[in-house]
Nanobody, 114 residues
Framework: VQLQASGGGLVQAGGSLRLSCVVS????????VGWYRQAPGKQRELVGV??????KYADAVKGRFTISRDKVNNTLDLQMNSLKPEDTGIYFC??????????WGQGTQVTVSS
């Protein structure tokens, strides 16, 4: 499984960006798929994930970010609206099978200016 993320960039506060992740290879059934981010000097944190339990977002992004998955084209998108400077960081897409493995994309930089 290989993941390729794109769509990052520089945007002013209040603006929007859409990230896309193309997944190559077969995603094992029951895998969770999602987005994480890492701000400078901080640990990687969950943004949102789709799993067997449903769709879950971090409190900091609820109501502003939306994850969507296209199983036909094997893509995972992250629509980000009302961006804030604290959303700045490197965004990673992730596929985590239920049993074995944990796959990451290379990350895409998002910078929100105030």
């Amino acid at each position: 499984v290989q993941l390729q993320a794109s769509g990052g960039g520089l945007v002013q506060a209040g603006g929007s960006l859409r990230l896309s992740c193309v997944v190559s290879g077969d995603i094992p059934s029951l895998s969770s798929v999602g987005w994480y981010r890492q701000a400078p000097g901080k640990q990687r944190e969950l943004v949102g994930v789709i799993s067997g339990a449903g769709l879950k977002y971090a409190d900091a992004v609820k109501g502003r970010f939306t994850i969507s998955r296209d199983k036909v084209n094997n893509t995972l998108d992250l629509q980000m609206n009302s961006l804030k400077p604290e959303d700045t960081g490197i965004y990673f897409c992730n596929v985590r099978p239920l049993r074995v493995g944990n796959y990451w994309g290379q990350g895409t930089q998002v910078t929100v200016s105030s």
